[in-house]
């Protein structure tokens, strides 16, 4: 039984297509939210498939598919390799990631992720974690908040946004989404208000969940996991992300080039499958949470 209404998976079919399904395959499913892309890879195994899917977040563990050929960890993907060498894989035949926040957790107030609500400052992706928004707007310096808002938001009033929030501090603490609102209220014109408050919370958050480390550790990991022919199947939300996975799915590394032999050949991981995939117009209209996502292909050579 759904905790709630996590809404229909983007690019349900593409992703899963892009995995190259063998019916007796080996499947990781690292973000399994709601179980949508879950349920799809299950349909395309037989008897002796396997899905593994990750979840660090307590309400997915309420989605858990009752199938024999289903395990759910509820673990940071960034540990893919030691929970999968836990549960006896070494190898997979392919591993599935749509990144970002699921629609339930933008949907749940009091998980603080959406700037539609009122709530305390929260946005722990995993809700046994002890810090969240609070700490972050409450606790890091100027230098340390002007740095979250530029790198992870790309705001470029950052340096201002963190001097103003460094002095309202001294009149007591930002403790709601409410106060974080108008403590900033300077930097937010009414024709641009939403934008810019996505992207202070999208800064805020990937800081809070440490998103982009996690998202580099499990890259590096895949490699690692993959089958020679195996398939990397990954969706990204904003141009943080996608660079990673872009950059690592060309060459393997995160930054620079691969070095070449003396024959001026390079030696990488993995080859990209086609070009990145985007929604259809119909697609965004029924989910209006797809209008930014990028699908993104690669096999293991």
Request: aromatic share 8%; no cysteine; glycine share 8%.
């Amino acid at each position: 039984m759904l905790v709630m209404d996590y809404h229909n998976p983007v690019l349900l079919t593409e992703t899963v297509d892009g995995l190259n399904i063998q019916p007796g395959g080996v499947y990781v499913d690292v973000t399994f939210g709601g179980g949508g892309h879950s349920r799809e890879i299950l349909k395309r195994l037989d008897n002796s498939g396997r899905l593994i899917a990750f979840d660090q977040d307590l309400d997915a563990l309420e989605n858990a598919i009752d199938d024999p050929r289903f395990l759910l960890v509820n673990e940071n993907f960034r540990f893919l390799k030691r929970f999968l060498r836990f549960h006896g894989y070494k190898e997979v035949d392919g591993i599935l990631g749509d990144f970002g926040v699921s629609s339930h957790q933008f949907d749940v107030a009091e998980r603080g992720f959406s700037t539609r609500f009122e709530a305390d400052l929260d946005m722990r992706m995993n809700q046994n974690d002890t810090f969240s928004a609070y700490d972050v707007v409450n606790k890091y310096d100027e230098s340390q908040l002007r740095n979250v808002l530029f790198q992870y938001g790309e705001l470029r009033a950052a340096a201002g946004m963190a001097r103003v929030l460094v002095e309202n501090r001294k009149n007591g603490e930002i403790k709601t989404s409410d106060q974080l609102k108008k403590a900033l209220g300077r930097f937010l014109p009414k024709h641009r208000e939403n934008k810019i408050l996505a992207q202070v919370y999208q800064a805020i958050r990937i800081e809070v969940n440490q998103e982009l480390e996690a998202l580099k550790e499990f890259l590096q990991q895949t490699v690692e996991v993959l089958k020679p022919g195996g398939r990397l199947s990954l969706i990204s939300y904003h141009s943080l992300e996608d660079r990673l996975v872009k950059r690592f799915m060309r060459n393997g590394l995160f930054e620079g080039e691969p070095e070449r032999d003396v024959f001026g050949r390079v030696e990488v991981p993995l080859k990209p499958v086609g070009k990145f995939i985007i929604p259809t117009q119909e697609e965004i209209k029924e989910n209006n949470r797809a209008r930014s996502a990028k699908l993104r292909i690669a096999e293991k050579l």
